[in-house]
């Protein structure tokens, strides 16, 4: 790609930054909330495309300055720095253009956006739901890292602990984005709490992340929703577990079924319901899409099947594998206390030459 190529892209970019930049002090497209929210949501997506080209400018100045020191200057000291300056700037333009070129390929608008984390027990009876659980609080660990919120919405419990399943809200900077790698078939292998002859077995989980659709991304019609309340179970105090504040949604035309019960109201509880509903709703045209587009594509780190095998924790070796891309830590512990920045990162790094390939195609 070349240098005149690369500006004239981002100068594109840059024009299009000012035109949103100036649309977001309208007062008429203030007024108008969902069209502002997209915009501003835009302008923030493309301020990384701005710094990159202003530091890419600042280096083909630099570059052109010290080239033309060394045709001027009779200074030998003076030429010998322009020499230095000339090698270091030229040798950071090659990972500043495969950084744009990154940066100007489409992005996947879900990505920004909050999630909702899905974890179930699998194969393995009761070790499966201890391993949930082991799965959720790595989560948990790793959301509290990033700084991000975790809400509860349903969950089940397993007879002897962890979980049948849970559900969770994720919300924070571009949760969806990092989250997305860790849906799939998660597994385990290790010694079972009843295991008597210590035997390690294999157990599995299912780990969903859906990107939550915001309020104008899907309408659901009062009509086709039916509403049921009942008393929460589980722990929570006399007031919750007494009063009709846990709420069962069903999606008629669909058939999907949604329920909340972690807080004491009953509206709060319908209200986190309607938004995890909501994002069922929109997941299912998003699936759709993700379908067509994985059926193109060799690989997809991201969005492959549900149902298939991407992950397995072996404790006797201290072992976490990543199957996609054929990535191991011998760091087990430290993953299951949150430490999942590493593996991510290599799964994005996977997908992101994967993505240059295809756009080089």
Sequence with gaps: MSDNFILEKLEGVRLRFEEVGQMLTDP???????????????????????????????VLAGIESAKEMLEKESDEELREMAREELNNLTAKTGPLE???????????PEDSKNA?????????????????????????????????????????????????EIVAKVSGDGVYGILKYESGVHRVQRVPQTETQGRIHTSAATVAVLPEAEEFDVVVK?????????????????????????????????????????????????????NELRTRLYNLEYQKRMDEIASRRRTMV??????????????????????????????????????????IAQLQMAENSERLKMASV
């Design 28 to 58: 008429e497209v203030i007024s108008d909330m969902k069209r502002f929210v997209k915009l501003n949501k835009e302008y923030r997506e493309l301020q990384p495309l701005i710094d990159a080209y202003k530091e890419y400018k600042s």
């Design 98 to 108: 495969d950084k744009i070129r990154l940066l100007l390929l489409p992005t996947d």
């Design 116 to 164: 909702i984390l899905e974890i179930r027990a699998g194969t393995g009876g009761d070790e499966a739901s201890l391993f949930a659980g082991d799965l959720f609080r790595m989560y948990a660990k790793f959301i509290e890292k990033k700084g991000w919120k975790l809400e509860v919405t349903s969950f089940s419990e397993g007879t002897v602990g962890g979980y049948k």
């Design 222 to 274: 009062p009509e086709e929703i039916r509403k049921d309340t009942y008393c929460s179970s589980g722990p929570g105090g006399q007031s919750v577990n007494t009063t009709y504040s846990a709420v069962r949604l069903t999606h008629l035309p669909t058939g999907i079924v949604v329920t909340c019960q972690d807080e004491k109201s009953q509206i709060k509880n319908y209200e986190k319901a309607l």
């Design 302 to 343: 991201s969005t492959g099947d549900r149902s298939a095998k991407i992950r397995t924790y072996n404790y006797p070796q201290g072992r976490v594998t990543d199957h996609r891309i054929n990535f191991t830590l011998y760091n087990l512990q430290a993953v299951l206390n949150g430490d999942l920045d590493e593996i």
